[in-house]
């Protein structure tokens, strides 16, 4: 769906860069998510929000920092990139957290 | 937290078989059931999803079952075609312990339908 884009598409970073990941959401859904995506592992999620000014830890937090000064926007950032961070991110946002959610196109995030 | 395990990891099957994938999940208080279909290059997208008063929810072709005595749930795609060939990802919905749900997703059964 056109509303929630994320952006760049594809990224190739170096190992030790700081890297930040958008996402936008046109719905003004309360609760938005960052998950990463690696064969054999499925969907991990990294951190979520519930709303403007409050978010938490998922399950693989560590390396990331995220941020959600509006509604609309949760981006994603590496401190220093490593290798073990190539993956594809997905950012999903949804108007209750008891329902499903609509995911981005993702970002296909290198490391080298 | 929750653990949801799917299997299985690949499937295939001929055209117009029917394929069916099982999951199971750990946490007694998930209520909310989502499949995910993901096709190549491409975002999930929800297909189905059933809570936890319903034993059976259709649509079309698909259709998926929970047992919450059990803690499994199953996606059922009948009379398979060849664009139903994807990643599928089943989920449930877990409280975090914050007051907030979040789904944890099983690691997905890539199917292929086979012309």
């Known amino acids: 769906d056109a509303g929630i884009t994320q952006s760049p598409r594809y990224k190739i970073t170096e190992t030790g860069r700081q890297v930040t990941l958008m996402c936008h959401q046109t719905?003004?859904?309360?609760?938005m998510f960052w998950y990463r995506q690696d064969l054999g592992h499925g969907l991990r999620l990294i951190y979520y929000?519930?709303?403007?000014?409050?978010?938490d830890k998922g399950e693989v937090p560590d390396g990331y920092v995220v941020s959600r000064s509006k509604t609309e926007n949760f981006p994603l950032t590496l401190e220093s990139a490593t290798r073990s961070q190539t993956s594809v991110y997905f950012c999903?946002?949804?108007?209750?957290?008891?329902?499903?959610?609509?995911f981005g196109s993702g970002t296909r995030l290198t490391v080298v | 937290g929750e653990n949801v395990e799917q299997h299985p990891s690949t499937l295939s099957v001929q055209e117009g078989d029917s394929a069916v994938i099982k999951c199971t999940y750990s946490?007694?208080?998930?209520?909310?059931f989502p499949w995910y279909k993901q096709e190549l290059g491409k975002r999930p997208q929800l297909i189905i999803d059933?809570?936890?008063?319903?034993g059976e929810k259709k649509d079309q072709r698909i259709a998926v079952t929970l047992n919450k005595t059990a803690k499994h749930f199953s996606l059922h795609i009948t009379e398979t075609q060849p664009e139903d060939s994807a990643v599928y990802f089943c989920?449930?919905?877990?409280?975090?312990?914050?007051?907030?749900?979040?789904?944890?997703f099983g690691k997905g059964t890539k199917l292929s339908v086979i012309p």
């Open positions: 999903a946002s949804t108007l209750d957290s008891r329902y499903g959610y609509t």
């Open positions: 719905w003004s859904h309360s609760y």
């Open positions: 929000s519930a709303a403007a000014d409050i978010t």
């Open positions: 946490d007694s208080a998930s209520n909310y």
């Open positions: 059933i809570r936890s008063n319903v």
């Open positions: 989920a449930a919905y877990s409280n975090s312990g914050a007051g907030s749900y979040q789904l944890t």
